[in-house]
């Protein structure tokens, strides 16, 4: 076992290689927001999809364009508005006279990178069209079926500081994303050079640094990466933890996908920092994004200023680790 792990944390070095270009084309236009770029990173290696919130302004859009042209992939925005139908997201079926037959008109979701600008201003029912492409990978259009192109990669986005029209997401709808993350404003230091960068009227550019299939290869070393049955208890131990949480306090706990995402995340964790195995501190690093959606706290938690994140850190600060 040794030797494989070492054979491993080799490969992941030299893999972690094609990462570090990808981020210098990406801080090339996006200034600040490493954190963003690192779990739109471990979304795309494991398949899975990314919620972000945060006040307008902060290259949400920016982030998720910049990303698909170092990609070389296929990106499309769609603007979520209280007035949308499933149609708008997945496609529909249109007649065609001249042939007496129906067609498939697919929409924007058949692209790789698709960005869910405010994806609480649609009504649950278009929420639903995307998030079942999200989970299924396909689109069924009348007596047909479609996959999506591989790789598939939902960036959805959340407006906290407007509440007035909107939809919020269902808990078990946001339980499909792999992630939650939320982003703040710059620093001064940032702001500056954002100014600096951003000001004018010619936008930086960026060069492709790495193809599709790439990304995929990514996808199946990182599923190799090895991890101990200690750190795989750890992982069942802060789960439960939040279903077992103070009395009152906590509604809902994590499900069993967050257990499954816990791995894939700490796997990513452990790759992004060079290393075939995985350590307690990749799952800590990884628990409140993985976790902050998934644990939906009680009326009167929020009444004594509780949050899932005070949750998920009190149960960190708890549960022993390996």
Not at 227 to 243: H, L, M, P
Not at 272 to 292: C, H, M, Q, S, T
Request: proline share 5%.
């Amino acid at each position: 076992m040794d030797e494989e792990i070492r054979r491993l944390t080799e490969e992941a070095a030299e893999r972690r290689k094609l990462v570090e270009k990808l981020e210098t084309e990406f801080q090339k236009v996006i200034v600040g927001q490493e954190h963003l770029m690192k779990r739109m990173m471990s979304c795309l290696v494991n398949g899975g999809h990314l919620l972000v919130e945060g006040v307008p302004g902060l290259a949400k859009t920016l982030a998720i364009r910049t990303l698909s042209q170092i990609l070389s992939v296929e990106y499309k925005r769609i603007q979520f508005t209280p007035d949308m139908l499933p149609a708008d997201i997945r496609g529909t079926m249109i007649y065609n006279q001249a042939q007496g037959t129906f067609e498939a008109k697919k929409g924007p979701v058949f692209t790789n990178f698709v960005l869910a600008d405010e994806v609480n201003r649609a009504p649950s029912k278009v929420q639903s069209a995307l998030l079942e492409a999200m989970q299924e990978k396909t689109v069924t259009l009348g007596d047909q079926t479609w996959s999506l192109p591989d790789p598939f990669f939902v960036m959805a986005t959340q407006n906290p500081i407007e509440q007035e029209g909107t939809y919020p997401l269902p808990e078990a709808q946001l339980d499909r994303f792999f992630m939650k993350v939320t982003i703040g404003y710059p620093s001064a230091a940032e702001e500056k050079r954002v100014m600096r960068r951003m000001a004018g009227t010619t936008v930086p550019e960026v060069r492709a640094a790495a193809k599709k299939e790439e990304i995929i290869e990514l996808q199946k070393f990182v599923e190799k990466i090895y991890i101990d049955e200690k750190v795989y208890d750890y992982i069942v131990a802060i789960v439960a933890a939040t279903r077992g949480f103070e009395k009152g306090y906590v509604r809902f706990g994590a499900s069993p996908r967050a257990s499954i995402n816990f791995v894939r995340a700490a796997k990513a964790e452990a790759f992004f920092d060079g290393r075939g195995y995985v350590i307690p501190e990749d799952v800590k690093a990884v628990a409140y994004d993985i976790l902050r959606h998934r644990v939906i706290v009680s009326f009167e938690a929020e009444a004594e200023g509780m949050t899932s994140e005070s949750v998920i850190e009190k149960i960190l600060n708890t549960v022993e680790i390996p």
